[in-house]
Every structure is written in structure tokens, then in C-alpha cells.
């Protein structure tokens, strides 16, 4: 048997123009660059990285709680670009230590969201039945619960309760751990709904089928074969939920029930500032514009991962 | 033939599919009779043609023979190994036995595995073998068998054109040394000028490695061209059944002489002077399939008792199978 | 070739497509004519450009990403590439009728067939509503539905895949058009239903004195059904012909390819299957030389940088070609 080889270039191309390989994934990235309002958000998003965790090492988190009660309320100077707060803290150095918790906060409750989620996606979607059947009334319920309602009463419950935690060198108040858990906790059903939905329609496919054939054996199938088909929503998805979490936490720091002081998060930076709105408008503005930026510019990364992945705009 | 020894062997199997409606507690609101009770052998080293119309139920035996859905009834048995009761070791041998090959080049391809990954799973999976840069040889010579180059193993299938992820999907299913090939429609979503390229080398395969295969097709004018022997299906069940020439030329059920008459032919002359047996109306649904002959509804020769009698399964003449009260068995037979 | 006026007069039409992988050259330059009451069958692979050549002449290519390079396309004296949308619509509705592979596409799926059909007589004809309905019962039965007054309340998802063909051709005939372009509608359908749809379109035509346009990839169903055949590859017609000189003597490398790479279903089995080796191109450079080059068991060095331009090669057939491949010689 002859091999078969790409024909030659005549003014058209054959089957096979010779060209670098390129994995799904260069693929994606190549259309991700070319989408110009997404790479400029994603470039302002790793600034804000920069910013909150980079900012460190010009200020001391010392620095950050250090009040000094002589210096209250300070409009925005040279000492204090951003001003001072009630008590007499450095504004600039509180956004930055306040943004590693946000961030921090909105990551790992995301994490916490996509291990659950996925799971109970994929065993629902790929075993259907009455496991499916059980795993989403489950869901729904979980689903129907008021978030943010829930989210205050477990807040209000649970505060004080945990112990502080230290990690890499800082002390977290088990405020922390509780609010990502909460938000990982209620947040999961959204995405077990998209995970189950792809898991039913991929599962369809003849590869599966294929797989199945040889004698695949299921975890493979499901970890292996249609979990990496799925990444375009879950990225999405998870993307834009970090934005959310970020969100639901400066909420309930807003209302005094998330992470408590001296800790600085973006969300509670913003809370004393409520009786001074018009006064000194530099206490929310600061906040405020860290936590706007954050959440837009996640939101338009992920409108242009959701449209770098979706493979409906793959060529071909 | 190589041997009068069936390879394969299927009796009375039935495969219905339960229609469910409900929240949590599902309850049966009406069964599809895909596959109603068909039995028939397989010699080893043939090509055994399954023709008919779609929603006939053709790709559901091919699946079902493979214990990819579990069946109703009756019993599938391949080199030995009964399907539908294998487990354990015996399953892995089934599964390294029997393989597959799809319609769709497009979705039996995992868009996000490489072509090296993709034609290693039978060996990965079995563990033939165990060697990582021995696996990647034999991944090489499988991918050449086929007919495509060896430097190819590293891309993704999306760079491929649809016949070559056919000849990739077939590579795949060679992995394993099979015996028996379920080939699903293989050729239906080609070019026609693709089509021919791809049969051969299925024909090729068969005679340089010895493969049994269970080719399901609409297409009877290629089915015509591979198979040994040829069984249509109507609703679930199995018409007629013979060597392909005695089919093509003498067919018994009055389906299968409907289904031949109207074959588009590629002449002119011969198309314009044919006379076409055009059947009346649309096939009838698997939910509720009409008592006694399923054909009965469309059938120009029906009789009252057609539609109250299942015809039988029998031999109208030697190894030629139908199932129709109306053919009569030849003289002296 | 016969001399009948000419219904439908194309010349020179390009159709390229700007995508963001680069520019496809969809069609390269075409000319034909279909003449009134003729039925002209175009073949051709995925990627010929068959559909797109008479997608673009009613308008129906999206522009942008697409563009009409070049051509004129002439109907009832009219060029219809150069028809302001509306009065194309105009022409779409009442004077070229199509059907598609697809019927469920063009059917809206919530609306009861009855009112799908009678909203278009009631437009374009200023029908009662009486009188419409009349009119649809009677076009559901000219196709064949039976029981035609009753199936008038059901749904598009009521009805099954060749019923539903039939709807779309009871829809397109409501016009009463000139022309009927009919893009692969039997493909997605059983043979036997193909059957019946084929001979359906058979005898409306004859009924109504219409032309036809049958795209299609299966030279099959072409044999029994078309006057004259184009074969289109690389978005080129590579050869035209009347039927049966295109059968019994194709005068195309590709053709006479195709057709010895299919199986016949009255013929014992052969040994092996020609089969044409390489794939369909994909067009994303402009054409330079013959695009079934790198296929084509005759080529010589002069396909590869000369175009060869459509040429009679008897009073009726006209091959693209350098090569007589009965001959293996070239051309005078």
C-alpha cells in the first residue's frame, strides 16, 4: 500500500498542508490573542495580580494594620496617595493586602466550586439513570436555596468559630476559610448543571463509543476522554465565578459578617466608609474601583476564553 | 470462506429500548423494539452485508453484538466468548477481539487526544504493550498499514481530512489483532470519490490479516461490491438473508426486490427503462410495530394472514433465508 | 447542445469566501445555461462549489464573508447578481422554486403546516382565506400527502423526513415557478423514499413544464433524472454534457475516475475498486493550474500552470481538459 501524501501546491491546497502541528490548546490561545478587548483585560487582570501581591513588597502587612489615629481620614497626599481611613490607616497599603485576600478568596472558592461541581456533573451526566435522577433534585434544591441569604446566616453562625490559619507566611482569620467555603459550598450547582449537560451530549459521541468498545474502563472515560472536552465551558464558567466570588464576599464584608478586622479585604475596606460618602470619598473609591476593575476584566477574559475555546469557531 | 466454522454466532437477540417519563421514580411509557429477535452466523474470514433503511435498527445489533448496550434477549457469542453473560477476563478478550469502526469521522476521533494517543488506547488499555517507545513503533506501523505516514502520529485529528481520520479510526481498531470488525455505515459520510479508497483498503486488511467482518451499509450497490453474503433488515427484524450475487439477482422478499428496484443506477439507459417497485407510504414505527409481518403495511403481495402470522425464519432454499409466507420453498428442497 | 432560449444564462461567476484561516476560492469562474423546461443535474464533492455557484445567483450567500467577484447571471432578462434585495425576494418566491437537503430548516417548527402554507398563497396570490386553504389541499395531494385536509393542523415534527420533502415541494409549487433548484433533497433520505421523491419531481415537472436544477453528489440518482449533467470540481465545471454521452463516454480524467470508482449494484463483484487517490482540494489559494491535477492519472506539466478552459469536444459535450483520457494524447 502507498502512502498517503499531502498534493502539491498548485494554486490549491490539498487534503494536508504541511504546517506545525497545533494542540487544541495552541489553537485556543492563537484565537485568545487575536481577540484584542479580551488580551487587554487579560493584561490589566495580571497588573492587578501584580498590584495586591507585588505591593507587598514595598509595604509591610504591619504597615497595613499600623493606625495611627493622629493622621484620620487624610485626603490622598504624597505620603498617602490613596488617603488615609477612619482609624488612620494607609489606604494604598490596606487595597493591596485587602486585594491578596479578595483574590485569594475568589480563587479558592472557585476551586472548592469546580471539585464538587465537576463531580456531581460528570457522575450525573455520564451514569444518567436514577443516579442522575438523585444527583440533580439534589442540585436543583441546593440551587433554590437564596444565596446571599444563605451566605449571611453561615457567615453570622460560623464567624469566630474557626481558628486563624497561617499560610505562606501569613496569618488568615478563620473568617477566611469560612467565607470561601460558603461560597465554594452554595456556588457548586451552577457548574454541576453545565459539567452534567456536556457529560450528556459527549458521552453520545462515537469516540466514547470507541472507547467503550476497547474496554476503557469508566474513570478513564470520564477523566480522561470527555472531562478535557469540557474545559471550554468549565473555564468559562469557573472564570467568570471567581469575578462572583469576589463579589459575594466584599457583600457580606460589606455588612460587617465576612472577614473581620484588622484583616483588610476590598469588601470590608468599603464598609466604614458608608457615613462618609460625600466626606471622603477616597475610602470607597479606591475599594470600589479595585473590586469594579477586577470583576470587568474577569468578565471580558472570559467572554474571550468562551469564544477562544468554543469549538464551533475552530476552523474547519 | 476460509472454514465452514461460524466466527460468530447470534440467536434470537432482542434489544428494546424502554421510553421513560417521570421526575425521580421513571416509569415505562412504551418500549422501541430496535431489534427484535434476528439470528445469524458469521463465517470466520467473510464479510456478512447488513442492509436497510435508517431506524431499521441495523447500527443497534452491531452495538448490541458488541455488549455495548446490554440486550433484551437471546445471545450473542463471538470466538467462543458469550457477550451477553462475559465478564472479567473473558470480557478483556472480547474487547480486544471484536472491535469497531464508525460512520462519522468527525465524532470517533477525541478532538483533543493525538493521533499516537488515540491508536494506543487498545494497546494502553490491554497493555500489549507495556513499552512506551514500543508502543509508539507499533502505533507507527498501524498508522502506515493504513496507508498514512508515520510522521503524522503527534497531530491532532482536526488536521486531518475526513478520509484519513477514517483510515486513523480504522488503524485504532486494528490495535488490538482483532478477529471481528463491526464496520458502522464506514463509508456513508465520504466523498464517493474518497468511498472507494477506503473499501479497498478494508478489503485489503481483510485478506492480509484475516478479518471477519460485519459490514452495515444503505448503500447496496457497495455492499454489493464487499460483502459475501448480505442480510436485509426490516423493523427490527431480519427479511432476508443470502450470498450476495443469489440476493442480488433472485431476491425472495418482496422488500428486498422494493429496496434493489429502487437503487439509483448509474446509466442512463438502464434507469430510464427500469421498472420500479415504488413502495406506498412511510415505514412504521418501532414503538408500535404492526402485528404478524412488520411489512405487511407496505407490502404489494400482502395477504389477510400476513397480517396476523410472524412469518418464520427459514431457509426458502440451501443458505438462502427469508421470512415471508408468500415465497415458497423451492422443489424438492 | 440543444438551442432552446435559455431560462437562465450564467457567465463568469466567482464566489470567494474571506475567513479569518485566509480567502477560499469558492467558485472560479463559471458559465452555463439552463434552458426552458430542461433539467440540468450538478455534480459534484463537498467543496466542488455546486451548492454555493446557485446559493449566490438567489442571493443566499452571506456577504460579508462572501463576495461575488465577478459573473452575471441572467433570468428572464434580468441579471439577478444585480437585483436589489427585495425584488430578488420577489423572484426567490415566485419564479425560482427550491428545495434542500434539510426540509425541517426551512419549516418553522410552531406553526401548523395549514397556516405555513396559506400565509404564502394568501401574499403572494391575495387569496381568501377560503380560497387558500382550497389551494394548499389541493397542492398537498398534487405531491402526494394523503389525507391532505386533516394534515393541514399538524405540525412540521408530525410528519416524517420524505413527508416532509414532499411539504417543501407543495410549498415551493405553490408559486407555480419557472424554475425549481433542488440542492441534494433526496441525501438525507432512504432509498426508497428517494425513489419516491425522485419520481414525484419527475412528474410535477412534466406536469408543469418546469426547469430544473438538481445538485447532487450521487451520479446515481443523476442517470435517470437530468437532461444535461455538469460536473463541477475544484469550484470549476470540469465537464458538460448531455447524459448519455456523459455516462458512455465521460471526457473528463475526473469523471470517467468517478465513475469507475463506483460499484454497480447489477454487476458481479469486480476485484478491486478504482479508486482515485488523494483528497478533494481545499481552495485557499487562487487557482493557477487544473485543480484535479494532483489526482489525475493523465496530468501533464502544462495542468499545473495553465488553466484549461471548458471546450466542446463534440456537438455535445464539453470537457475542461488537455487530455483525451480515452487516448492518453492531448488535444488538438
Given at each position: ?80 496617595p ?10 494604598l497599603?490596606r ?44 442540585t ?44 465554594g ?11 452534567r ?11 466514547i ?62 464598609t ?7 466626606g ?31 469549538p464551533?469557531?475552530?476552523p474547519? | 470462506?476460509?472454514?465452514n ?11 428494546h ?16 423494539q ?31 453484538m ?42 470517533s ?8 494517543a ?19 513503533e ?12 508515520g ?16 483510515r ?8 488490538s489483532?482483532p ?18 479508497q ?56 418482496p ?68 421470512a415471508?409466507?408468500e ?7 | ?20 484561516e485566509?480567502t477560499?476560492y ?40 462572501g ?116 440542492d ?36 446515481g ?43 454497480r449494484v ?21 487557482l ?38 480515452h ?6
Open positions: 500500500m502507498t502512502t498517503i501524501e499531502p498534493p502539491a501546491r498548485i494554486g490549491l491546497a490539498g487534503g494536508d498542508v504541511e504546517a506545525p502541528p497545533l494542540s487544541p490548546g495552541q489553537m485556543a490561545w492563537r484565537r485568545f490573542r487575536r481577540h484584542k478587548l479580551a488580551m487587554a483585560n487579560a493584561v490589566l487582570l495580571i497588573l492587578l495580580f501584580v498590584y495586591s501581591f507585588g505591593g507587598a513588597f514595598v509595604y509591610s502587612e504591619a504597615y497595613a494594620n499600623y493606625n495611627d489615629t493622629t493622621k484620620r481620614l487624610q485626603p490622598p497626599s504624597w505620603e498617602h490613596f488617603g488615609t481611613d477612619t482609624i488612620g490607616r494607609d489606604i497599603a487595597t493591596i493586602y485587602g486585594g491578596q485576600i479578595s483574590l485569594l478568596i475568589g480563587i479558592t472558592a472557585v476551586l472548592v466550586q469546580l471539585v464538587i461541581g465537576i463531580l456531581i456533573g460528570a457522575l450525573a451526566g455520564y451514569y444518567g439513570g436514577l443516579l442522575d435522577s438523585l444527583l440533580m433534585r439534589f436543583e434544591a441546593v440551587l433554590t436555596i437564596p444565596g446571599l441569604f444563605l451566605l449571611l446566616i453561615m457567615a453570622k453562625y460560623f464567624t469566630g468559630k474557626v481558628p486563624d490559619i497561617t499560610l505562606l507566611g501569613r496569618t488568615y482569620s478563620g473568617s477566611v476559610v469560612v467565607i470561601v467555603l460558603i461560597i459550598l452554595t456556588s457548586w450547582p451552577r457548574l454541576a448543571r453545565i459539567v449537560a456536556e457529560f450528556l451530549a459527549l458521552k453520545e459521541n462515537d469516540f463509543t470507541a472507547a467503550r468498545a476497547t474496554g476503557t474502563p469508566n474513570s478513564q472515560i470520564i477523566f480522561r476522554h470527555i472531562l478535557p472536552n469540557t474545559v471550554a465551558p468549565i473555564v468559562v464558567t469557573a472564570t467568570l465565578s471567581v469575578a462572583g466570588a469576589i463579589i459575594s464576599e466584599a457583600y457580606i464584608s460589606f455588612l460587617g459578617l465576612g472577614v473581620q478586622p484588622p484583616t483588610a479585604t476590598w469588601g470590608n475596606m468599603i466604614g466608609s458608608t457615613n462618609y460618602i460625600e471622603a470619598p477616597w475610602l470607597w473609591f479606591f475599594p470600589g474601583l479595585l473590586i469594579l476593575l477586577t470583576v470587568l476584566s474577569i468578565n471580558f477574559v472570559g467572554d474571550g476564553l468562551r469564544d477562544a475555546l468554543d464551533r469557531s475552530r474547519e | 470462506m476460509e472454514t466454522e461460524p466466527l460468530v454466532r447470534v440467536r434470537n437477540l432482542k434489544k429500548f424502554p421510553i421513560r417519563r417521570g421526575i425521580v421514580f421513571e416509569r415505562t411509557v412504551g418500549i422501541v430496535a431489534v427484535d429477535g434476528v439470528s445469524y452466523d458469521i463465517y470466520r474470514g467473510e464479510t456478512l452485508g447488513l442492509v436497510g433503511e435508517s431506524g431499521c435498527g441495523k447500527s443497534t445489533i452491531g452495538r448490541t458488541l455488549g455495548l448496550y446490554p440486550p433484551t434477549a437471546g445471545s450473542v457469542n463471538i470466538a467462543g466468548i458469550e457477550v451477553t453473560t462475559a465478564r472479567g477476563a473473558q470480557m478483556r478478550l472480547l474487547r480486544r477481539k471484536a472491535q469497531m469502526i464508525f460512520q462519522d469521522p468527525f465524532a476521533l477525541n478532538p483533543r487526544w493525538t493521533v499516537s488515540i491508536v494506543g488506547e487498545p494497546l494502553r488499555i490491554h497493555n500489549l504493550e507495556p513499552d512506551r517507545q514500543r508502543r509508539d507499533r502505533v507507527k506501523e498501524l498508522l502506515e498499514l493504513v496507508g498514512l505516514s510522521r503524522h502520529v503527534n497531530r491532532f485529528p482536526h488536521e486531518f481530512s475526513g478520509g484519513q481520520r477514517q486513523i479510526g480504522i488503524a485504532r481498531a486494528l490495535a489483532n478477529d471481528f470488525i463491526v464496520c458502522d455505515e464506514p463509508i456513508a459520510a465520504l466523498d464517493v470519490s474518497i468511498q472507494a477506503v473499501v479497498n483498503l478494508l478489503e485489503d486488511l481483510q485478506t492480509q490479516l484475516g478479518l471477519t467482518y460485519l459490514f452495515i451499509a444503505h448503500d447496496l450497490s457497495m455492499v454489493r461490491h464487499i460483502c459475501d453474503r448480505v442480510a436485509v433488515m426490516y423493523l427490527g427484524g431480519l427479511v432476508e438473508l443470502a450470498a450476495s450475487d443469489v440476493l442480488y439477482e433472485h431476491p425472495l422478499h422488500y428486498t426486490q422494493a429496496l434493489l428496484s429502487a437503487v439509483p443506477v448509474a446509466d442512463p439507459k438502464v434507469a430510464r427503462k427500469r421498472q420500479r417497485i415504488v413502495l406506498q407510504g412511510d415505514v412504521p414505527s418501532p414503538i408500535n410495530p404492526p402485528p404478524g409481518c412488520r411489512f405487511h403495511t407496505r407490502c404489494p403481495i400482502a395477504q389477510p394472514h400476513c397480517a396476523q402470522v410472524v412469518p418464520e425464519w427459514r431457509q426458502a432454499q440451501p443458505d438462502h433465508w427469508v415471508c409466507h415465497v415458497e420453498p423451492k422443489q424438492g428442497f | 447542445m440543444k438551442q432552446d432560449p435559455a431560462l437562465l444564462n450564467v457567465h463568469d461567476l466567482q464566489v470567494r469566501f474571506h475567513t479569518p485566509g477560499i469558492a467558485v472560479n469562474g463559471i458559465s452555463f445555461h439552463i434552458a426552458e423546461g430542461e433539467a440540468v443535474a450538478v455534480v459534484g464533492e463537498s467543496g466542488s462549489g455546486k451548492s454555493v455557484c446557485m446559493m449566490s445567483l438567489l442571493g443566499l450567500i452571506p456577504i460579508p464573508p463576495e461575488i467577484v465577478s459573473g452575471t447571471a441572467v433570468f428572464l432578462e434580468r441579471d439577478l447578481l444585480k437585483l436589489p434585495e427585495k425584488e430578488l425576494e420577489l423572484v426567490r418566491g415566485r419564479d425560482i422554486g427550491m428545495i434542500f437537503q434539510d426540509p425541517m430548516t426551512s419549516l418553522n417548527p410552531v406553526l401548523t403546516l395549514g397556516r405555513q402554507l396559506t400565509e404564502a398563497l394568501v401574499r403572494h396570490f391575495n387569496l381568501t382565506a377560503e380560497e387558500a386553504r382550497n389551494r394548499a389541499i389541493e397542492l398537498l395531494q398534487l405531491v402526494g400527502i394523503p389525507d391532505a385536509a386533516s394534515r393541514l393542523g399538524n405540525y412540521p415534527h408530525q410528519f416524517s423526513g420524505g413527508m416532509r420533502q414532499r411539504v417543501m415541494i407543495a410549498m415551493m409549487l405553490a408559486c407555480n415557478p419557472k424554475l425549481l433548484i433542488a441534494e433533497p433526496t441525501t438525507a433520505l432512504d432509498v426508497t423514499i428517494q425513489a419516491q421523491i425522485v419520481e414525484l419531481v419527475q412528474e410535477i415537472r412534466a406536469k408543469l413544464r418546469m426547469s430544473l436544477i438538481w445538485i447532487t453528489h450521487d451520479l440518482v443523476v442517470a435517470g433524472l437530468a437532461d444535461r449533467v455538469l460536473v463541477m470540481y475544484g469550484g470549476t465545471i470540469v465537464e458538460e454534457a448531455d447524459v448519455e454521452s456523459l455516462y458512455e463516454r465521460p471526457q473528463h480524467p475526473y469523471t470517467l475516475a468517478l465513475l469507475a470508482a463506483l460499484p447489477h454487476q458481479r463483484r469486480q476485484s478491486r475498486l478504482k479508486a482515485i487517490p488523494g483528497a478533494p482540494p481545499h481552495l485557499i489559494l487562487e493557477t493550474g487544473c485543480p484535479f491535477a494532483p489526482r489525475c492519472e493523465f496530468v501533464r506539466d502544462r495542468c499545473w500552470r495553465e488553466r484549461p478552459l471548458l471546450q466542446p469536444v463534440s456537438p455535445t459535450q464539453k470537457t475542461a481538459c488537455f487530455v483525451n483520457p487516448t492518453g494524447e492531448e488535444r488538438a
